[in-house]
């Protein structure tokens, strides 16, 4: 439910400025079949550009639902997507793979693969797949193939590409052998994808087909923005957000003129851009405020929203990549983001996943999520009788209230160094981190697939003219 | 009494109207005016190229400074015949094919325009065709190719090889650019180079015409 009434002052006036937006400037859909599906419903068109009346914005938006739930192969990770509740997803998008030390190579499919495992062994995820990196190895049309790998090493929620049409029928037909028929996919949201707008006010061709692809079978997509105050959007703030939600809207709008209902999510990933260098930001703390407002918009127009990450800019997994990866999750975090994509490996402004990185990332995402959780204020906690007990000069390490809490209140950490330390820190600290790694991929477990379904999944690719023997491979 | 020293402090400011103002002043003066670009506005233009390198100077200020240059250029391009116009070279720049992202090719652009260079900018969605009917027409040093997204860099490869195809591509160099892109990249798909900004552009373009 849209509640602009509960909206306070801020919010009011952003949403306020993203309705001249598109009623004075318009957006340009680069898709005749989507102008044309605006037209019908009375949007007004000129050339390629849509102008909407708020009226039509708010009425088509309150149509998207507050709410979904994803179902996984394995039911153990179906979760909602909606109110207060936060998941964390996978890294997208990045064609290099980095190491420690900012050596990058170009991402290759063992990258992807060995990235699924990562997720799938991490139970802080019950997301995998889409872009965790865009191999360079397998040719030009790859979704299709990255979902195949996904389904085959994970059985968590399904995340894909994006493509074009064809390439997006392929991906439902693969997802209609899994789950039933591609006809009763409808019935159940089992993937989500993630359009982008092309900041200011477009739409791509590509984008706009998977979103119609998506939202013929509704399945969720994430419509996303991610401004670059100073470059694609006003350098101030409140004008990039306001831009991005004009955006954002307008896409979810003709999502729903699209088919009446279809679970979309409001994206935005955006942020400042460094003004030295024209680069963006994504570690900036314009970033971060820029999640939190995304999320503050989405919840008062009653939409599920997805932003933010642990990202950074650094180039290397340095300082820098820890401070400014606490701060955006942690401000996307509190701000109840829904689907929180990035959270995990993302290194040099979403252009690299780095491995060591990911390891750390988990450590973040565990720090957070006590953060979150906070002070459980309560007898048993306030342990009133445990002080009496203790009483003046004695100590709680050996009390039987220590013995039954210690390992449920505080965070314990996986890699982090504290305590004293034999020998170089930095040294043990990577150590832990490399270990850490080797330990999750080392005990990795293929998810079972039935034999039956995994040969018609094969059978299906070769017949879509993809390579042989780079299917077997990914297996 | 005009000088070219304040010429090229209004050149380091941005200021477009008085560049302009200090231009016409220099020319009624009948200072030639090869001495004008050379003396007040590339000097100007320079020391914004080392400030900006340093980190003193942003984006919109460099970019503010270029125009001004080229305001006062457009003073004087009247009185100077063409083939004496100073010029690294001629490049074609565009972002490819599927790919709508504009600004970071602009930019490039205009920095590659405020170094001395003559930048044709086609645009953004070029095809590999529209990249060779360019070329054709314009007979460029240099041909840059953009993309932002890694679904698109595959079509800077269709350009290289359509340039190819037809010929071109030996008579010309090729750069790169755009957030997915890498050295390694480049070197795979056959382009002669790199950058991974728009500052570094203009040095990269000068290293591979060797100038």
């Known amino acids: 439910m849209i509640e602009l009434d509960e909206m306070d002052d801020d919010l009011r006036k952003i949403h306020e400025a993203s309705m001249a937006v598109l009623e004075q400037t318009g957006m340009r859909f680069h898709h005749p079949k989507v102008l044309e599906i605006m037209r019908q419903n009375r949007i007004r068109i000129e050339g390629q550009t849509a102008f909407f009346t708020r009226e039509q914005v708010i009425d088509w938006v309150s149509k998207a639902p507050t709410h979904f739930k994803m179902h996984a192969r394995n039911p153990n990770y179906d979760f909602v997507v909606g109110g207060d509740h936060v998941e964390v997803c996978p890294g997208s998008g990045s064609s290099f793979v980095c190491e420690v030390d900012g050596t990058k190579h170009a991402a290759l499919m063992s990258d992807y693969i060995n990235f699924l495992k990562l997720y799938h062994q991490s139970s802080y995820y019950k997301v995998n797949g889409g872009i965790v990196v865009q191999p360079t190895d397998i040719g030009r049309s790859t979704i299709a193939l990255m979902l195949y ?14 493509g ?47 979103m119609m692809v998506f939202n013929k079978y509704k399945q969720p997509v994430v419509i996303a923005a991610a401004s670059m105050a100073g470059t694609t959007a006003p350098m101030t703030l409140a004008g990039t957000i306001a831009l991005a939600n004009a955006e954002v809207l307008a896409g979810i709008a003709v999502a729903q003129m699209i ?25 900036a703390p314009e970033g971060a405020l820029a999640y939190q407002y995304a999320a503050r918009l989405a919840k008062s127009y009653g939409l599920p929203c997805r932003g933010g990450g642990t990202l950074t800019d650094a180039k290397t997994l340095s300082v820098q990549a820890g401070y400014e990866s606490m701060l955006t999750l942690l401000a996307s975090y509190s701000a109840k983001t829904n689907l929180i994509f990035q959270s995990s490996g993302i290194i040099d402004s979403y252009n690299s996943m780095c491995y060591e990185k990911f390891i750390a990332d988990l450590e973040i995402i565990g720090m957070v999520k006590r953060y979150i959780d906070g002070v459980k204020v309560d007898a048993e906690t306030l342990a009133v009788d445990e002080i009496t007990k203790v009483g003046i000069a004695g100590q709680f390490l050996t009390s039987d209230h220590t013995m039954k809490h210690f390992r449920k209140e505080p965070f314990l950490p996986d890699i982090s160094l504290r305590g004293a330390v034999a020998g170089d820190p930095s040294a043990k600290l990577m150590d832990n981190i490399k270990t850490k790694k080797d330990k999750l991929l080392a005990s990795y477990c293929q998810p079972e697939m039935s034999p ?17 023997k780079l299917i077997e491979s990914l297996t | 009494m005009s000088s070219f020293a304040d010429l090229a402090q209004y050149v380091i400011e941005g200021a477009e109207s008085q560049v302009r103002e200090q231009v016409k002043s220099l020319t009624a003066q009948g200072v030639n005016p090869l001495e004008i670009i050379n003396q007040g506005l590339i000097a100007g233009m320079s020391v914004v190229g080392t400030r900006f390198k ?4 942003f984006v919109p200020e460099v970019l503010m400074s270029a125009r001004a240059m080229s305001a006062g250029i457009e003073i004087v391009r009247p009185l100077i015949a063409e083939t004496d116009m100073p010029s690294f070279g001629k490049v074609v720049l565009g972002t490819v094919k599927g790919d709508l992202h504009d600004i970071g090719k602009n930019l490039v652009g205009m920095l590659l325009e405020s170094s001395g260079f003559k930048v044709i900018n086609l645009g953004v969605d070029i095809s590999p065709e529209q990249f060779v009917q360019a070329v054709k027409e314009h007979n460029p040093d240099i041909v840059a190719l953009s993309a932002l997204l890694t679904t698109t860099m595959t079509a800077m490869k269709e350009t290289i090889e359509l340039l190819q195809e037809e010929g071109l591509k030996d008579k010309l160099k090729i750069i790169v650019g755009g957030a997915p892109v890498s050295m390694d990249f480049a070197d795979q798909i056959g382009a002669d180079g790199y950058a991974p900004d728009a500052g570094s552009a203009a040095d990269l373009c000068k290293k591979i015409l060797c100038l």
């Open chain 1, 149 to 162: 790998a996904t389904m085959v090493f994970s059985d968590k929620v399904i995340i894909t590409g994006t």
């Open chain 1, 164 to 210: 074009t049409a064809k390439e997006v029928e392929q991906l439902m037909d693969m997802l209609g052998i899994v789950f039933g028929g591609k006809t009763s996919l409808a019935d159940k949201p089992r993937c989500l994808t993630i359009v982008n707008t092309n900041t200011p006010l477009q739409f791509d061709t590509n984008m706009l087909e998977t």
């Open chain 1, 259 to 283: 088919n009446k209902g279809t679970p979309v999510i409001y994206g935005s990933q955006s942020t400042t851009s460094d003004m030295r260098t024209g680069s963006i930001a994504i570690g």
């Open chain 1, 452 to 468: 039956e379904v995994q040969g018609k999944l094969v059978e299906y690719l070769l017949e879509c003219g993809y390579d042989s």
């Open chain 2, 54 to 57: 340093a980190g003193d100077m």
